[in-house]
């Protein structure tokens, strides 16, 4: 209990500067940020932790955005096979980097379903951050 109230602040604090991309001009387009090998681990192993079910997660190339306060957003694409869906498609997702000390790592935020139409709202969602993926 302790853990989930300690990490619920700085994860609020990280996603205030997401928003819905409903208004149309919302988003922030970030300036290019190169993620180290560090920070491109902890994707994959943020991804790891919200799919435990997938046999194999394979992932594509990564980029990512940095906004005026600070906030490196990561899009990207994964194929996850094996688990409960079989073999997946690759899809877009997007996320964010927490380095809110004592607390690094990602959080996922949405990875698309196979539809075209999820596909390219994420797709639209990370051109908009300034992401091309």
């Given at each position: ?39 491109t ?40 096979m ?5 073999i ?46």
């Amino acid at each position: 209990m302790r853990l989930a109230i300690s990490l619920s602040l700085p994860m609020g604090t990280v996603l205030a500067g997401c928003q819905s991309i409903d208004g149309g001009d919302n988003l922030e387009k970030g300036t290019p940020y190169q993620l180290s090998t560090k920070e491109t681990a902890a994707v994959e192993k943020g991804w790891r932790e919200r799919l435990p079910y997938e046999s194999v997660l394979l992932f594509g190339p990564m980029a990512a955005s940095k906004d005026s306060k600070g906030y490196v957003s990561v899009c990207g694409t994964i194929t996850a096979m094996g688990g409960y869906g079989g073999i997946a498609n690759k899809r877009p997702y997007v996320g964010m980097m927490v380095n809110v000390k004592p607390l690094f790592g990602f959080v996922p935020i949405v990875i698309a379903n196979d539809s075209t139409t999820g596909q390219s709202a994420v797709i639209l969602t990370c051109r908009r951050m300034g992401i091309a993926i």
